[in-house]
């Protein structure tokens, strides 16, 4: 019987942290949405530079490597 008490007190605490979360976010609800967009608009800008203005290293060094296919060699 104990352990029922122990798992309603964790089900409790996670539906809290869930509303926590919710009202963190409030009304915008396309949060992570926009997010997501935000950053695509900012790689494609990046991108459309050929990745050489501020900001835009972050990617270059993610795409910038033997692995990906696109690798380009600056110091030669």
């Not at 007190?9 to 409030?26: E, K, R, T």
Request: with cysteine; glycine share 6%.
């Amino acid at each position: 019987m104990r352990q029922v008490g122990y798992s309603m007190i964790l089900v409790s605490a996670s539906l809290v942290a869930v509303l926590v979360i919710g009202v963190l976010i409030g009304e915008d609800v396309l949060y992570a949405d926009n997010m997501s967009r935000d950053n695509t608009a900012h790689f494609n800008e990046c991108k459309a530079n050929d990745f050489k203005t501020d900001g835009c290293e972050i990617y270059w060094d993610r795409i910038n490597n033997e692995i990906s296919g696109i690798y380009v060699d600056l110091e030669n």
